[in-house]
């Protein structure tokens, strides 16, 4: 085989591990005081997630219970204080490799939106 043969294989190798690693579902739990202003799956702009929602750290703790994983948290602002507190300090107790997120409180609930869309097209594109 000619070495750019070696080298093109090398390449389809590369990139098909590469589309394979980023095609795999990633967890994503989103934290919200109004579940209404959460967006369905349909509404968010980027694909190969799925999603979870929770309002209070008992159902945060439920979310990471049922799952092996959680990739991403993404909070909203409507939270009290020592409550997000209380939610952030879990998730890090509970897992090393989940990313959390906390979207300001003065955009409001109409923010929210689009702070996950921004949020996930920067991990995820």
Do not use: C, W
């Not at 390449?11 to 989103?30: D, R």
């Not at 349909?42 to 309002?55: F, G, H, K, T």
């Not at 890090?92 to 939106?113: C, L, N, R, W, Y």
């Not at 869309?117 to 594109?125: D, E, T």
């Amino acid at each position: 085989m000619a070495a750019g043969q070696v080298l093109a294989l090398h390449l389809i190798k590369i990139i098909n591990h590469f589309l394979i690693m980023n095609s795999e579902l990633k967890k994503v739990l989103l934290v919200g005081l109004r579940l209404t202003n959460v967006p369905s799956k349909e509404e968010i702009l980027i694909n190969n997630i799925e999603l979870s929602v929770a309002s209070n750290l008992e159902e945060v703790k439920s979310v990471f219970e049922k799952n092996n994983k959680i990739d991403i948290v993404i909070s909203g602002g409507g939270i009290e204080l020592e409550k997000r507190l209380a939610i952030i300090k879990y998730i890090f107790e509970t897992s090393d490799s989940t990313s959390v997120h906390m979207k300001d409180i003065d955009s409001g609930p109409q923010g929210f939106f689009p702070f996950i869309n921004k949020v996930l097209r920067g991990l995820l594109s």
